[in-house]
């Protein structure tokens, strides 16, 4: 059964940059058939999608997001990472990550870390 | 950008209900590449529907998914107490971003 897990600091000081890092386990992060991908949730708000990346390296990021974000992938760890730079506190949200198919079609996420915490404070 | 807007709001209806959710798109979303989470309190979104209207594995049928274009619906046939959730549809196609609507909160009247 496939299983993703982000780790990382819950608490990230404004104007530093946010680190997290989803750990696939079950399945090959190295499978030509799944983009992975990370996307927040402020508490008691609504799900909003930072970006996606192919085992590849091969990457594209909401563009409300572009410039602060970069998504990376470790294939030799099963593991893909985040970083989102220059944060404030409306960055303060649920990390998820999340696979999704693709194939002659393309599938939505469909396996979602169970999420974490991170608090922009002082 | 997609914008996806959800209504309504807010549906409090009693199980054994039949609940009607839309989700509206500002333009065409390519190849109904639109889909369906449940968010409980707590957890993870879970996928319900894709591609409009197919199913997820182990979604119980009570959940169904239609349109086209710009505009979608959610159904679900009659309400069990496990279906009061947020939910949230979401435009996946192959132009990011990858938006997701405001989402419909379905409570217990």
């Known amino acids: 059964q496939l299983q993703l897990q982000e780790s990382g600091p819950g608490l990230v000081k404004p104007s530093e940059t946010l680190s997290l890092t989803c750990t696939v386990s079950g399945g090959s992060i190295s499978s030509s058939s799944y983009y992975w991908g990370w996307i927040r949730q402020p508490p008691g708000k609504g799900l909003e999608w930072i970006g996606s990346?192919?085992?590849?390296?091969?990457?594209y990021y909401n563009p409300s997001l572009k410039s602060r974000v970069t998504i990376s992938v470790d294939t030799s760890k099963n593991q893909f990472s985040l970083k989102l730079s220059s944060v404030t506190a409306a960055d303060t949200a649920v990390f998820y990550c999340?696979?999704?198919?693709?194939?002659?079609?393309?599938?939505?996420?469909?396996?979602w870390g169970q999420g974490i915490l991170v608090t922009v404070s002082s | 950008e997609i914008v996806l807007t959800q209504s309504p709001g807010t549906l409090s209806l009693s199980p054994g209900e039949r609940a009607t959710l839309s989700c509206r798109a500002s333009q065409s979303v390519s190849r109904n590449y639109l889909a369906w989470f449940q968010q409980k309190p707590g957890q993870a979104p879970r996928l319900l529907i894709y591609g409009a209207s197919s199913r997820a594995t182990g979604v119980p049928d009570r959940f169904s998914g239609s349109g086209s274009g710009t505009d979608f619906t959610l159904t679900i046939s009659r309400l069990e107490p496990e279906d009061f959730a947020v939910y949230y549809c979401?435009?996946?196609?192959?132009?990011?971003?990858?938006?997701f609507g405001g989402g419909t909160k379905v409570e217990i009247k």
């Open positions: 999340a696979r999704r198919e693709f194939g002659s079609t393309w599938l939505p996420f469909d396996y």
């Open positions: 990346i192919y085992y590849s390296g091969n990457t």
């Open positions: 979401q435009q996946y196609g192959n132009s990011p971003p990858h938006t």
